[in-house]
């Protein structure tokens, strides 16, 4: 009967032995795992962080060149590239070349960059964040495939003062529909900032929002809130000592009047371009439609004159 127990008691301690250690397997899975996944993340923080902060450069902008003068064969050698990263599609998908021709072509027939200031990535960038994906991470896909294909990292910062000047884009247009409360149409890192996401909403889909967020990258506030207007000036003051490139919408300008939005969204169409009896609105106020939109006088000559000045794209 003593030994019937022991042997009772000897296989309960057996189990239990076993128990603790798959218990423990387990554990040191997930923690070897959650260690992994955080390096990871430290990995590419790091990255980007370093992608993000200035660099000062000795060298000053391009000259522009004489007329017939033979182009550089590299991208990052031209005056301005912008680059089409596909989020969430496959680089050869119809839509997706589409979408970033139709933009493009927007673009190119409102500031008269040619069509070799633009390329598309042919490696799809997959976000974890599908709700609001980071134009920055977007931009450090860009930066990888860029190091790949031409073995150099892209244009480095060009700091005038204290506004960072960048020569390209990097433009993720997504299929997915992202919340327009959350999201809005389209949006950028920071005025003055080459990261920019295109999401998948209808309001995405107008050839004329990317000619919205470049303006942003150019220095041009929105228009379509006399407050936010006023609060990305303040910004700017305080980030890098600056002013918004275009005039604050008012009553005599736009259809804002003095109106400041209670909630987020758009309060007005923005500034007319150029006139009330047009016709138009300035391409910086809402993505609202049936409005018809264009670049006014007033933004279109502060883009070309940032490139100018600062790019020698004269």
């Not at 057996?14 to 554990?27: A, P, S």
């Not at 977007?138 to 960072?164: C, D, F, M, T």
């Not at 529909?177 to 149409?185: K, L």
């Not at 275009?246 to 804002?256: A, L, T, W, Y």
Request: aromatic share 12%; charged share 25%.
């Amino acid at each position: 009967m003593l030994k019937k127990e022991m042997s009772g008691q000897t296989k309960a301690q057996v189990t239990l032995f076993i128990i603790i250690g798959m218990v423990m397997v387990i554990v040191f899975g997930l923690l070897f795992y959650v260690r992994g996944y955080l390096i990871e993340r430290q990995l590419e923080t790091a990255l980007l962080q370093t992608y993000k902060r200035p660099v000062n450069l000795t060298q000053e902008p391009v000259q522009l060149r004489e007329r017939g003068e033979q182009r550089e064969e590299f991208p990052d050698r031209k005056e301005m590239m912008i680059f089409f990263v596909p989020v969430n599609y496959r680089p050869d998908d119809p839509e997706f070349l589409q979408r970033a021709e139709g933009m493009a072509s927007y673009v190119r027939s409102e500031t008269g960059l040619g069509q070799e200031n633009f390329m598309v990535i042919d490696q799809t960038y997959y976000p974890r964040d599908r709700s609001c994906p980071d134009a920055g991470l977007i931009s450090l896909h860009a930066e990888r495939w860029y190091q790949r294909k031409v073995g150099r990292s892209l244009p480095g910062v060009i700091n005038k003062g204290k506004v960072p000047l960048y020569r390209y884009r990097v433009v993720g247009i997504d299929s997915n529909e992202q919340d327009t409360a959350r999201c809005g149409c389209g949006y950028i890192y920071g005025i003055y900032s080459p990261q920019i996401f295109i999401g998948g909403h209808n309001c995405s889909r107008y050839n004329k929002i990317l000619m919205h967020e470049l303006g942003h990258s150019f220095g041009l506030c929105d228009e379509y809130d006399t407050c936010v207007w006023i609060d990305q000036d303040y910004w700017l003051h305080g980030a890098y000592a600056t002013s918004c490139r275009n005039s604050r919408p008012d009553g005599e300008n736009s259809d804002c009047g003095v109106i400041c939005c209670s909630e987020k969204g758009a309060c007005c169409f923005g500034k007319y371009a150029d006139t009330l009896y047009d016709s138009y609105f300035n391409i910086m106020g809402s993505a609202d439609t049936p409005p018809q939109r264009r670049l006014s006088t007033e933004s279109k000559e502060q883009i070309l004159l940032f490139m100018c000045e600062n790019l020698g794209m004269c």
